[in-house]
């Protein structure tokens, strides 16, 4: 089994910083992708950022220029650093992964319990 583990949420200020974490742990073959999701209560799930292993990172127009997404791949981790935060980037964020299991070597997608990120003075 694969588990993703989030930290990092909490309240910041309007044009704040914070910095979001994601480990991923288990029996892991390989990871394919890494990234981050963000849903408001009554709407849909959209992409953040997203790291791959082929490719390079890829930033959500909504918030590019404000986000930055890396991974340490010694420690299967994925940081998000989020500057300049608004009022309209509160949301609750998932880390999403695409992982291949050591028992199947097939990639199947995770996600983590989500954490709360609320923009507020």
């Known amino acids: 089994q694969v588990q993703l583990v989030e930290s990092g949420g909490g309240l910041v200020q309007p044009g704040g910083s914070l910095s979001l974490s994601c480990t991923a742990s288990g029996t892991i073959y390989a990871i394919y992708s890494m990234g981050w999701y963000r849903q408001s209560p009554g709407k849909q799930r959209e992409l953040v950022a997203q790291i791959t292993s082929c490719g390079g990172p890829h930033v959500a127009d909504a918030v590019k220029g404000r986000c930055t997404i890396s991974k340490d791949n010694t420690k299967n981790t994925a940081y998000l650093q989020m500057n300049s935060r608004k009022p309209e980037d509160t949301d609750t964020y998932y880390c999403?992964?695409?992982?291949?299991?050591?028992?199947?070597?097939?990639?199947?997608?995770?996600w983590g319990q989500g954490t709360q990120v609320t923009v507020s003075s």
């Open positions: 999403n992964a695409e992982v291949a299991h050591v028992a199947t070597l097939h990639p199947r997608e995770y």
